[in-house]
């Protein structure tokens, strides 16, 4: 029901944004012609209606990418998830390890087999069209985690939960900006910030229903683990997840459709839907579509701002996807923090706080303020919070401000380079920006590898320090070479 509403309310919220994209409609009267040399005989013949295009399907493709990204983002509840995970799949090894668990690698591998899926969307999309290449994706979800129920070992697990489902995030993805795009084309920012709050979102329900389902009873781990009776859920709590995301995905694809102005034939499309036959006495009215690209895609991918986008990005990223993964198993080891109820509240308010309300704040704000200003103010934002984040630890409250700030940045920055990408690179944007994505790839697995790197050396607080500057990194580049 939470994510239902949620649904409800983004697609409102863009209803208002969107409405100026439709044109009045002004009739035209009938106009009198002569059937015929005999003057008696007269006939009504209409001219060319003008229709404007109806911008309700355009809301509901909206909508419809809000509750595919609902199904995607349930890759960040991973930082709950991760702490109910039995012992035999911690560890690439059966019968265990020492030190950070390796399956806290899981969402990382995520968000690279969708960096590997994201060029696959566009090129799937020209041949299926937007609904079928959406659906394959949203399959590929459900799928992943349902196999993943029945893992005996860690890379079994990595191969369906992360390869296969990071695939369809991957392949799906963009289907929604790709079609919101089209249908309110100067709202680029505003669609595309509305969309990925679903996915910013989706730990919010997800969170408190796993929580729900697999610790009742509010067990609280004891040196980092939970008992038995509690791991020994897991399997029924993947399938229960697996599910609810299967619905939405499909849900969501469904509602996936172009507007008539940008209509195209898909060889393999037309074979499942209906087209008009013929719409010889309409003439649609609708916004401009984009000009084409003026240069190949893989000339954008080669320029030097490619170059700096993607490091600005990994940079950036970093810290928030670090803490995502992490925040969990940080706490627990916390007198002050170790407590699963509280804990798995704080990713339920970082994920409808931090992460769904910074990518509509951030992207959202991008049309109206321009990329620049807003991407200094969250690279400061960043510095500062994860300078700090040790010492707001230290209280329940302040750990969680800390951690939803942090969210809050991270959503922010997968909301703003998307429209970025698209506002520089123009038609080619859905292309580049499937490349550019290896930088959010990147800097997931950058995080992990800092993190255990660090932890030897200095603990928490220089690996902290370590990801706070690298956001000062990502503000001098976007200010010096963008």
């Known amino acids: 029901m939470v994510a239902l509403r949620l649904c409800f309310m983004v697609a409102s919220l863009l209803a208002y944004a969107g409405a100026e994209q439709v044109p009045a409609v002004r009739a035209r009267r009938p106009q009198l012609s002569r059937a015929g040399p005999t003057p008696s005989l007269v006939a009504l013949k209409p001219a060319d209606e003008v229709v404007a295009e109806s911008p309700v399907k355009g809301y509901g493709a909206v909508l419809g990418g809000v509750m595919l990204h609902l199904a995607c983002g349930s890759m960040y509840c991973w930082g709950n998830l991760v702490s109910y995970l039995p012992a035999h799949l911690k560890y690439w090894s059966p019968s265990g390890g020492s030190g950070p668990p390796d399956a806290s690698l899981v969402l990382a591998f995520i968000i690279v087999s969708q960096m590997m899926g994201m060029p696959l969307g566009p090129i799937l999309e020209g041949f299926l069209g937007p609904r079928l290449t959406a659906l394959l994706g949203g399959a590929m979800m459900g799928a992943g985690v349902l196999l993943a129920s029945s893992a005996t070992t860690l890379l079994q697990f990595v191969m369906s939960y992360s390869l296969l489902f990071g695939l369809g995030v991957g392949i799906a993805y963009q289907m929604p900006f790709i079609t919101g795009g089209r249908w309110f084309p100067t709202k680029k920012g505003t669609v595309q910030g509305a969309i990925v709050t679903g996915m910013g979102a989706s730990a919010f329900p997800f969170n408190m229903l796993a929580t729900r389902i697999v610790n009742p009873e509010g067990i609280d781990a004891v ?224 995080g992990p590898v800092i993190s255990s790197r660090l932890l030897s050396k200095g603990g928490y607080p220089l690996v902290f320090n370590t990801l706070g500057l690298l956001s000062l990194i990502s503000m001098a580049l976007c200010n010096l070479a963008l």
């Open 223 to 446: 040196g980092g683990a939970f008992p038995a009776e509690i791991t020994s859920r897991w399997p029924g709590l993947l399938r229960t997840l697996g599910l609810c995301y299967t619905v939405l995905a499909v849900s969501g694809a469904l509602l996936q459709t172009n507007p008539a102005s940008a209509a195209k034939k898909y060889p393999v499309f037309e074979l499942f839907s209906r087209q008009p036959k013929t719409m010889k006495k309409q003439q649609v009215v609708a916004a401009p579509a984009a000009p084409a690209a003026s240069r190949s895609a893989m000339a954008d991918v080669c320029s030097s701002k490619f170059l700096v986008l993607w490091l600005m990005i990994v940079n950036s990223a970093v810290s928030g996807l670090n803490i995502a993964s992490s925040y969990k198993t940080y706490g627990t080891k916390q007198p002050a923090l170790n407590s699963d109820a509280f804990l798995s509240l704080v990713g339920s308010l970082s994920s409808i706080g931090g992460n769904a309300a910074g990518r509509f704040f951030w992207g959202s704000l991008s049309d109206k303020l321009g990329f620049k200003k807003l991407f200094t103010a969250l690279t400061a934002l960043q510095l500062i919070t994860m300078l700090s984040y040790r010492y707001l630890a230290a209280s329940r409250p302040t750990f969680t401000l800390a951690t939803v700030l942090m969210l809050f940045c991270m959503g922010g920055n997968f909301a703003m380079f998307p429209a970025q990408t698209f506002r520089i690179f123009g038609a080619n944007g859905p292309k580049v920006y499937s490349f550019l994505f290896t930088g959010f790839g990147t800097a997931a697995l950058l």
